[in-house]
Protein backbone atom coordinates (compact mmCIF):
# COMPACT_ATOMS: atom_id res chain seq x y z
CA UNK A 1 0.00 0.00 0.00
CA UNK A 2 2.77 2.16 0.95
CA UNK A 3 4.20 2.13 -2.84
CA UNK A 4 0.94 2.85 -4.16
CA UNK A 5 0.82 6.08 -2.31
CA UNK A 6 3.82 7.11 -3.02
CA UNK A 7 2.75 6.59 -6.46
CA UNK A 8 -0.12 8.37 -6.32
CA UNK A 9 1.22 11.38 -4.15
CA UNK A 10 3.20 13.27 -6.97
CA UNK A 11 0.16 12.96 -9.37
CA UNK A 12 -2.47 14.23 -6.73
CA UNK A 13 0.27 16.75 -5.88
CA UNK A 14 0.84 18.24 -9.58
CA UNK A 15 -2.88 17.89 -10.37
CA UNK A 16 -3.45 20.05 -7.26
CA UNK A 17 -0.81 22.49 -8.02
CA UNK A 18 -1.97 22.93 -11.53
CA UNK A 19 -5.50 23.64 -10.85
CA UNK A 20 -4.55 25.87 -7.69
CA UNK A 21 -2.62 27.73 -10.23
CA UNK A 22 -5.48 28.08 -12.62
CA UNK A 23 -7.75 28.99 -10.14
CA UNK A 24 -6.05 31.06 -7.74
CA UNK A 25 -6.16 33.78 -10.43
CA UNK A 26 -3.97 35.68 -12.13
CA UNK A 27 -1.12 38.50 -10.60
CA UNK A 28 -2.37 39.74 -7.09
CA UNK A 29 -2.66 43.02 -8.84
CA UNK A 30 -5.37 42.16 -11.55
CA UNK A 31 -7.88 41.97 -8.75
CA UNK A 32 -7.43 45.80 -8.52
CA UNK A 33 -7.20 46.56 -12.57
CA UNK A 34 -10.22 47.90 -14.23
CA UNK A 35 -12.57 45.09 -16.78
CA UNK A 36 -13.15 45.50 -20.00
CA UNK A 37 -15.67 43.51 -21.53
CA UNK A 38 -16.72 43.38 -25.48
CA UNK A 39 -19.15 42.02 -27.20
CA UNK A 40 -21.38 42.21 -30.09
CA UNK A 41 -24.48 42.96 -28.07
CA UNK A 42 -24.90 43.51 -24.15
CA UNK A 43 -28.39 43.70 -21.75
CA UNK A 44 -28.13 45.33 -18.55
CA UNK A 45 -30.83 44.73 -16.41
CA UNK A 46 -30.54 46.48 -13.04
CA UNK A 47 -33.45 45.50 -11.12
CA UNK A 48 -32.58 42.30 -11.48
CA UNK A 49 -28.43 42.41 -11.52
CA UNK A 50 -28.49 40.39 -14.59
CA UNK A 51 -26.06 41.55 -17.41
CA UNK A 52 -25.83 39.27 -20.58
CA UNK A 53 -23.22 39.72 -23.52
CA UNK A 54 -23.75 38.06 -26.64
CA UNK A 55 -21.23 37.52 -29.78
CA UNK A 56 -17.97 37.57 -29.47
CA UNK A 57 -17.15 38.13 -25.95
CA UNK A 58 -14.37 39.62 -24.70
CA UNK A 59 -13.26 39.96 -21.00
CA UNK A 60 -9.46 41.64 -19.69
CA UNK A 61 -8.47 42.71 -16.61
CA UNK A 62 -4.78 42.89 -15.92
CA UNK A 63 -3.06 40.00 -17.20
CA UNK A 64 -5.94 37.78 -17.22
CA UNK A 65 -8.24 37.25 -20.19
CA UNK A 66 -11.25 35.46 -20.93
CA UNK A 67 -13.14 35.05 -24.45
CA UNK A 68 -16.21 33.27 -25.28
CA UNK A 69 -19.91 33.18 -27.05
CA UNK A 70 -21.96 34.21 -23.90
CA UNK A 71 -21.38 35.35 -20.43
CA UNK A 72 -23.91 36.03 -18.13
CA UNK A 73 -23.12 37.51 -14.67
CA UNK A 74 -25.58 38.09 -11.82
CA UNK A 75 -25.14 40.79 -9.15
CA UNK A 76 -26.65 40.34 -5.46
CA UNK A 77 -28.87 42.85 -3.84
CA UNK A 78 -25.64 45.05 -2.85
CA UNK A 79 -24.34 44.68 -6.80
CA UNK A 80 -21.89 42.35 -6.43
CA UNK A 81 -20.73 40.09 -8.36
CA UNK A 82 -22.31 36.62 -7.27
CA UNK A 83 -22.31 34.61 -10.29
CA UNK A 84 -20.45 34.85 -14.20
CA UNK A 85 -21.15 31.69 -16.47
CA UNK A 86 -18.92 31.93 -19.96
CA UNK A 87 -20.26 29.55 -22.14
CA UNK A 88 -18.75 28.43 -25.72
CA UNK A 89 -21.48 27.48 -28.22
CA UNK A 90 -19.44 27.41 -31.00
CA UNK A 91 -15.99 26.54 -30.21
CA UNK A 92 -14.89 26.30 -25.86
CA UNK A 93 -14.62 29.29 -23.41
CA UNK A 94 -11.12 30.08 -23.17
CA UNK A 95 -9.59 31.55 -19.79
CA UNK A 96 -5.70 32.05 -18.97
CA UNK A 97 -3.75 34.09 -16.83
CA UNK A 98 -0.27 34.76 -15.40
CA UNK A 99 -0.15 33.23 -11.98
CA UNK A 100 3.15 34.97 -11.36
CA UNK A 101 5.86 36.85 -13.28
CA UNK A 102 8.45 34.28 -15.02
CA UNK A 103 5.76 31.35 -14.64
CA UNK A 104 4.15 29.88 -17.93
CA UNK A 105 0.49 31.42 -18.25
CA UNK A 106 -2.50 29.14 -17.55
CA UNK A 107 -4.96 27.89 -20.33
CA UNK A 108 -7.93 26.62 -19.57
CA UNK A 109 -10.93 25.59 -22.36
CA UNK A 110 -14.27 24.29 -21.61
CA UNK A 111 -17.63 24.55 -22.87
CA UNK A 112 -18.94 26.51 -19.31
CA UNK A 113 -17.13 28.01 -17.01
CA UNK A 114 -18.91 29.08 -14.21
CA UNK A 115 -17.25 31.44 -11.27
CA UNK A 116 -18.71 31.87 -7.72
CA UNK A 117 -17.01 34.73 -6.22
CA UNK A 118 -18.55 35.31 -2.96
CA UNK A 119 -18.39 31.52 -2.16
CA UNK A 120 -15.17 30.95 -3.71
CA UNK A 121 -16.08 28.14 -6.41
CA UNK A 122 -14.83 27.70 -10.00
CA UNK A 123 -16.74 25.14 -12.48
CA UNK A 124 -15.55 24.10 -15.61
CA UNK A 125 -17.61 21.37 -17.42
CA UNK A 126 -17.60 19.50 -20.57
CA UNK A 127 -14.58 18.57 -22.89
CA UNK A 128 -12.47 20.88 -20.06
CA UNK A 129 -8.78 20.91 -21.19
CA UNK A 130 -6.21 23.11 -18.25
CA UNK A 131 -2.82 23.44 -19.48
CA UNK A 132 0.16 25.34 -18.15
CA UNK A 133 3.63 24.80 -19.90
CA UNK A 134 4.19 21.26 -20.51
CA UNK A 135 1.14 20.02 -17.84
CA UNK A 136 -2.05 19.71 -18.44
CA UNK A 137 -5.42 17.66 -17.47
CA UNK A 138 -7.99 17.08 -19.70
CA UNK A 139 -11.82 15.76 -18.47
CA UNK A 140 -15.04 16.68 -18.11
CA UNK A 141 -16.26 18.58 -15.00
CA UNK A 142 -13.61 19.84 -12.67
CA UNK A 143 -14.84 21.97 -9.30
CA UNK A 144 -12.66 23.93 -7.37
CA UNK A 145 -12.97 25.95 -4.10
CA UNK A 146 -10.82 29.25 -3.25
CA UNK A 147 -11.20 28.88 0.01
CA UNK A 148 -10.36 25.13 1.15
CA UNK A 149 -7.94 25.13 -1.98
CA UNK A 150 -9.82 21.46 -2.71
CA UNK A 151 -10.63 20.14 -6.36
CA UNK A 152 -12.54 17.85 -7.00
CA UNK A 153 -12.70 15.96 -10.35
CA UNK A 154 -16.15 13.55 -9.74
CA UNK A 155 -16.39 10.24 -12.40
CA UNK A 156 -18.00 10.83 -16.09
CA UNK A 157 -19.50 8.10 -18.30
CA UNK A 158 -17.72 10.19 -21.08
CA UNK A 159 -14.48 9.78 -20.00
CA UNK A 160 -11.30 9.49 -17.81
CA UNK A 161 -9.38 12.08 -16.11
CA UNK A 162 -6.29 12.73 -17.76
CA UNK A 163 -3.27 14.38 -16.22
CA UNK A 164 -0.14 14.77 -17.69
CA UNK A 165 2.83 16.35 -15.40
CA UNK A 166 6.42 16.90 -16.18
CA UNK A 167 8.06 17.17 -12.47
CA UNK A 168 11.40 18.98 -14.17
CA UNK A 169 8.97 21.97 -14.98
Known amino acids: MYQIHK ?3 PTLTALFFLCYTLLAFALPEDNKAKVYITADS ?3 NYKTGVKIFEGNVKVDQGSTHLTADRLITKDNEHHQLKEAIAYGLTNPAHYWTLPQIGDPEVHSHALIMKYYPLDSNVIFEQHVTVEQGENSFQGELILY ?4 QIVTVPASTKGRAVLVYNPDK
Open 7 to 9: AIL
Open 42 to 44: TTY
Open 145 to 148: NMKT
